[in-house]
T-cell receptor
Framework: EAGVAQSPRYKIIEKRQSVAFWCNPI?????LYWYQQILGQGPKLLIQ????????DSQLPKDRFSAERLKGVDSTLKIQPAKLEDSAVYLC?????????????FGPGTRLTVT | DAKTTQPPSMDCAEGRAANLPCNHS???????VYWYRQIHSQGPQYIIH???NNETNEMASLIITEDRKSSTLILPHATLRDTAVYYC???????????FGAGTTVTVRA
């Protein structure tokens, strides 16, 4: 079974530029998550999709971050414009959904450096 | 969500059992205890979860105290590849969300 795929693995941009990350979840997984992990901290949930609908985006900085999952499969997370404090690893995860308890499968992450 | 308390770091010897403690004194009756780990430069990986009974799988064992206020993750024969940050997470039964703390950095030494 293929795991969660993310690209790119690394990205360096200057502040005020824009950037986009892509995630392809495990086939058949209805629920998709984006997390932000700042160095030395645990991952923090940014947004959660159930199929192509948003379940929770309460921690997403909506003035600069956006995410979509148009066909209920792949997802894109965008930052525009980037700030220095956005430097972090952005992790995508997916789960089957349905009745809990259920585990989340994480991708390798995209390491973003904003200079 | 109930919060968890874990030691920031611990060392263990290769081949020995690693016992990772976690306190969750405010856990509710419908909250599960989950353990994930994160090896350097990888995403977190699910290890095991439990409600009140002890659980075992191919990776680890989870021992939950009778009052459910604490638990211990046991890696029976630690290897160098078990070096990682281990997260203990308490999660409401019907909640998708995983709230990660700082975890315990476990270093397995040869």
């Amino acid at each position: 079974e293929a795991g969660v795929a993310q690209s790119p693995r690394y990205k360096i941009i200057e502040k005020r530029q824009s950037v986009a990350f892509w995630c392809n979840p495990i086939s058949g997984h209805a629920t998709l998550y984006w997390y932000q992990q700042i160095l030395g901290q645990g991952p923090k949930l940014l947004i959660q999709f159930q199929n192509n609908g948003v379940v929770d985006d309460s921690q997403l900085p909506k003035d600069r971050f956006s995410a979509e999952r148009l066909k209920g499969v792949d997802s894109t997370l965008k930052i525009q414009p980037a700030k220095l404090e956005d430097s972090a690893v952005y992790l995508c995860a997916s789960s089957v959904g349905g009745r809990p308890p259920y585990e989340q499968y994480f991708g390798p992450g995209t390491r973003l450096t904003v200079t | 969500d109930a919060k968890t308390t874990q030691p920031p770091s611990m060392d263990c010897a290769e081949g020995r059992a690693a016992n990772l403690p976690c306190n969750h004194s405010t856990i509710s009756g419908n909250e599960y205890v989950y353990w994930y780990r994160q090896i350097h430069s990888q995403g977190p990986q699910y290890i095991i979860h439990g409600l009140k009974n002890n659980e075992t799988n191919e990776m680890a064992s989870l021992i939950i105290t009778e009052d459910r206020k604490s638990s211990t993750l046991i890696l029976p024969h630690a290897t160098l590849r078990d070096t990682a940050v281990y997260y203990c997470i308490v999660r409401v039964a019907d909640d998708y969300k995983l709230s990660f703390g700082a975890g315990t950095t476990v270093t397995v030494r040869a």
